[in-house]
């Protein structure tokens, strides 16, 4: 009987256990989303106003939008290569291949708009949008 209640004891403890982890785990990604958001959100911003650029049809704005991507870039990813965690790569990637795209010579809007969205998917998952 001692060793039942014991059994009993011992499982809701572990339960408690798991529900308190789930817990922390769920406020620290609520905290590292709510850390992210300064430095994602203008990235996020530009990206969508080149996006909205290229789905209007206006390549031309939309790499000149776009040109300033990498100097952004350069000061948002420090902050969010951190926090990111194992996306780190993808979104990396993906900034890369915009930086590639849009510095290259003469994109098509079709080639810009891929790695515009490219960019936008990972970053708007990485913050929770």
Known sequence: MVSLAGGLALGGCQKASQTMQD?????ASSAGQAALAPAVNPVL????????????GNLRAALGTLGGF??????????IQPLAGEK???IDSAAQML???????????????????????PLKALVGQ
């Not at 530009?46 to 650029?53: E, K, T």
């Not at 990498?70 to 902050?79: D, G, I, N, S, Y």
């Open 99 to 121: 930086i590639q795209t849009v510095g290259g010579s003469a994109p098509t809007q079709a080639e810009a708009s891929s790695a515009v969205s490219g960019l936008i998917a």
């Open 45 to 56: 911003d530009l990206l969508r106003q080149g996006d909205a650029q290229l789905n209007g």
């Open 88 to 90: 780190w790569p993808a």
């Open 23 to 27: 817990t922390v785990k769920e406020a």
């Open 70 to 79: 990498p100097a952004l870039w350069q000061k948002a990813a420090p902050m």
